[in-house]
């Protein structure tokens, strides 16, 4: 984690981890930003006094490494890339602080609403075992069997917490990809994703600070880019300007900055 990141966080004043369960969103609105962390070194200065920051320990972000599971032919890839609202997706998630890992099978439905169920398990081997099958026989359109793993990600994550808990900030940065079948590595290192996960009914101290440092809404899928990233064989023309317009934003942040002094 970078240390003007890291030092920003320590300004922040920590919940624990055993209070989150405690926050209840009962009309949960949630919005994906993309940004970068220079902004983010923005956001974390004026979230000062509003947010707290989830502390495990002495720690302020969580180390994540996510392993997406898919048809041999990419079924659940393509529903999203042709644009079905009805889709699912079939992770393994491990916290690597903890070393807690879960299956976890998403659905979307058509008001683009998603609903998330998991089962803790020992690991990506164990699925069968730990009765992975009885998870997905209930929640999704999937046996185990007929599933492989596809592309894995790695990213740390920050967890800010309003101060009236009324909403989370998940914000995820130094994401890297690999590909299970290609073999092929590739990253996004400087992005930031947000996710925003509101009450509907409160006012949201984030959103004029996003307003204010220009960052927009903006729907990302780690499985799905990631698979663009590493496998070039695969249909992507739907992500393609997505990617454009990501590099092209790391790309601004890159250029050397031109500070006039008057002397």
């Known amino acids: 984690m970078d240390k003007e990141i890291v030092e920003l966080l320590s300004y922040l004043p920590p919940i624990p981890l055993e209070e ?5 969103l009962m009309n949960r609105l949630d919005r994906k930003y993309l940004a970068t962390l220079s902004q983010l070194e923005q956001l974390l200065k004026m979230a000062q006094g509003k947010y707290y920051a989830q502390a495990n320990g002495d720690s302020r972000f969580s180390p994540y490494r996510t392993i997406y599971l898919d048809t041999p032919n990419e079924e659940m890839y393509l529903a999203h890339h042709n644009g079905r609202l009805v889709r699912q997706k079939v992770r393994v998630r491990t916290y690597l602080d903890s ?4 299956l976890e099978v998403k659905n979307k439905d058509n008001h683009g609403r998603t609903k998330k169920k998991r089962i803790q398990v020992g690991g990506i081997d164990t699925l069968v075992s730990d009765n992975g099958d009885e998870l997905l026989h209930k929640y999704a359109r999937y046996t185990l069997g007929q599933l492989v793993p596809k592309v894995e990600n790695r990213f740390e994550r920050i967890t800010l917490v309003n101060i009236n808990k009324t909403e989370r900030l998940t914000i995820d940065t130094h994401v890297k990809f690999h590909h299970w079948e290609t073999g092929c590595d590739n990253t996004f290192d400087r992005l930031v994703i947000i996710e925003l ?33 590493t496998n070039e064989a695969i249909k992507q023309n739907l992500f393609r300007p997505k990617i454009r317009r990501i590099e ?14 008057k002397l």
Do not use: W
């Not at 989150?20 to 209840?24: D, Q």
């Not at 070393?99 to 879960?102: A, E, I, K, L, M």
């Not at 509101?198 to 899928?221: A, E, K, M, N």
């Open 20 to 24: 989150m369960g405690s926050i209840k």
């Open 99 to 102: 070393g807690d890992t879960f």
């Open 197 to 229: 996960k509101r009450d509907g009914l409160v006012p949201s101290p984030v959103l004029d600070i996003l307003h204010q440092l220009r960052i927009h809404p903006s729907g990302f899928s780690k499985y799905c880019i990631g698979t663009v990233l």
């Open 248 to 261: 092209k934003m790391l790309a601004l942040e890159e250029q050397p900055q031109i500070v006039n002094y």
